[in-house]
């Protein structure tokens, strides 16, 4: 049964520090590995989608890569901005996808 | 393109009644999935739907909760009877396929007093 860490659960940065998010999986058999960002009160956001046969994907100023045979992801943030507050959960993908339970991300002005 | 989309977005019961969300996937999306999000966890499965058909239902407690996605389209989750650790936010995805990259729609927030 797949199993999903992320460490650290919280995390509090001043504004323009570059951060790193890191997710654990236990079963590295996975279709990909998807990044997502929770607002209070508010649904997912999808960020990025590594498939499993890539090692990273960019989209402006976050960068994501995965290690399958470590069973590791690690999202990374540039030059961070208050408005990049939020919670920060990554999902292992297969035939049904397994959340971890999210970092808490303050970035203070 | 129109998101998820979900209803009703806040929702307040009394332990033992039941109550219903329902969820319209994003056109053309063949994959529908129910989460259930207790405050502070990460979102966990509770039933996958393949077009009209269940594919993976094995962490929703069937004896009060159940689910239908007829037509292959829209979707609705029941609670019947709820009780106080059902409070909880429910979210529905969708995706174009079973693996693929999931949408989420804003959730339904339920608390059971």
């Known amino acids: 049964k797949q199993e999903v860490t992320q460490i650290p659960a919280a995390l509090s940065v001043p504004e323009g520090e570059n951060l790193v998010l890191n997710c654990s999986f236990t079963?590295?058999?996975?279709?990909?590995l998807q990044w997502f960002r929770q607002d209070p009160g508010k649904g997912l956001t999808s960020l990025l989608l590594?498939?499993?046969?890539?090692r990273e994907q960019t989209s402006g100023r976050l960068n994501a890569s995965l290690d399958k045979s470590s069973g590791r992801s690690t999202l990374y943030i540039a030059a961070s901005q208050p408005g990049d507050s939020a919670t920060y959960l990554c999902?292992?993908?297969?035939?049904?996808?397994?959340f971890g339970p999210g970092t808490r991300l303050s970035v203070l002005p | 393109e129109a998101g998820v989309a979900q209803s009703p977005r806040y929702k307040i019961i009394e332990k033992r009644q039941s109550v219903a969300f329902w969820c319209n996937p994003i056109?053309?999306?063949?994959?529908l999935y129910w989460y259930q999000q207790i405050l502070g966890q990460g979102p966990k499965l509770l039933i996958q739907?393949?077009?009209?058909?269940?594919?993976?239902d094995s962490q929703l407690p069937k004896d009060r909760f159940s689910a239908e996605r007829l037509k292959g389209v829209d979707s609705t989750l029941k609670i019947q009877p709820a009780k106080l650790e059902d409070s909880a936010v429910y979210l529905c995805?969708?995706?174009?396929?079973?693996?693929?990259?999931?949408?989420f729609g804003p959730g339904t927030r339920l608390t059971v007093t």
């Open positions: 056109s053309g999306h063949a994959t």
């Open positions: 590594i498939q499993s046969s890539q």
């Open positions: 739907f393949q077009n009209n058909g269940v594919v993976d």
């Open positions: 995805a969708s995706s174009t396929n079973t693996g693929r990259e999931q949408y």
């Open positions: 999902a292992s993908g297969g035939q049904n996808f397994v």
């Open positions: 079963d590295s058999a996975i279709y990909n």
